[in-house]
């Protein structure tokens, strides 16, 4: 031990000197780390805010659930395509004209009924109540138009389904 100590007695100051650097260095190294840690904390802490007392994880499940709403969401418009193309054909628009198409027979109990979809496409259909005896009769539309010839009150339920006579006025 004692031929050791006597074969480093000459470099006790540099090992010092080293060591006493090393020490420095790793000072500047945890003052550095402590620091880094502080800002990080800090910028956690501001994630985690929300303003409503509520933590990050509460935060985080709601941008799951926002992901599922999402996936809904996209069914939704979906299943909306779906409806949209099976409605062009439905009969969505309607006008009805009843009228007493007799004198002798009291009552407005005939009627024209106009059933149109979108395009003004469909019917009319046209029932003549007497005393006697009711007559139907149907009549296509295309675009808006008969080819056949129309009575007075089935213009009006034909006006009425394509909205170019509102139902007050058709009355009179």
Not at 110 to 121: I, P, Q, T, V
């Amino acid at each position: 031990m004692q031929s050791l100590n006597s074969l480093l007695a000459p470099y006790y100051a540099p090992i010092l000197a080293g060591l006493l650097a090393l020490q420095v260095v790793l000072l500047l190294w945890l003052w550095h780390s402590q620091a880094e840690l502080r800002r990080l904390n800090g910028r956690i802490r501001r994630l985690a805010e929300t303003g409503e007392g509520q933590d990050l994880a509460e935060v985080l499940k709601r941008f799951h659930d926002l992901g599922d709403i999402q996936g809904a969401l996209e069914l939704v418009q979906q299943k909306v395509a779906d409806l949209q193309v099976g409605f062009e054909g439905c009969l969505s628009r309607m006008g009805l004209i009843r009228f007493n198409a007799f004198p002798d027979t009291g009552s407005d109990l005939s009627f024209a009924l106009a059933l149109l979809n979108r395009e003004g496409n469909g019917f009319i259909l046209t029932s003549l109540y007497a005393r006697d005896e009711t007559r139907v009769f149907i009549k296509p539309v295309r675009e808006g138009r008969s080819r056949y010839r129309l009575s007075e009150e089935e213009e009006k339920a034909l006006a009425m389904a394509l909205g170019l006579l509102a139902p007050e006025k058709a009355a009179s």
